[in-house]
């Protein structure tokens, strides 16, 4: 177990206060970015973004794609190809040079999809 407790944890009813805090942090952030899809049917997935600066590399800048969530009716409809597409081309004209995701490795489906992206496992948290 992660010392933030297992999935249970991870997510909380829609209505804890702690949602409304983080919205308010990510919104005034320059370097955050919440991108959410609607349809006609509501939320169709979500992801946020966030730009960091660094020191190493010249000053490189980083984007950081975290909170990637499709809706279950959407799920192979290459919807969530199209969101990680858009949000790497974000990180592009922010000029990050590099775009890392972060993801539960207990996600396999989840895990397998980004490998199928271009992304590369590089760091596995114990668990």
Do not use: H
């Not at 955050?32 to 660094?54: M, N, T, Y």
């Not at 199928?116 to 496992?121: E, H």
Request: charged share 25%.
């Amino acid at each position: 177990m992660t010392p933030w407790g297992r999935r249970a944890r991870r997510v909380a009813t829609p209505t804890d206060p702690a949602y409304a805090e983080a919205f308010r942090a990510i919104e005034t952030d320059p370097n955050q970015l919440l991108a959410v899809v609607e349809d006609e049917d509501g939320v169709a997935g979500c992801l946020q973004i966030s730009f960091i600066p660094g020191l190493s590399r010249r000053g490189m800048w980083r984007g950081q794609i975290e909170s990637v969530r499709i809706a279950s009716r959407l799920r192979g409809a290459k919807l969530g190809r199209e969101m990680l597409e858009w949000a790497i081309n974000q990180c592009r004209q922010r000029k990050c040079q590099l775009v890392q995701l972060t993801s539960d490795k207990s996600r396999s489906d989840a895990l397998r999809f980004y490998a199928n992206l271009g992304f590369i496992a590089s760091m596995k948290a114990s668990s």
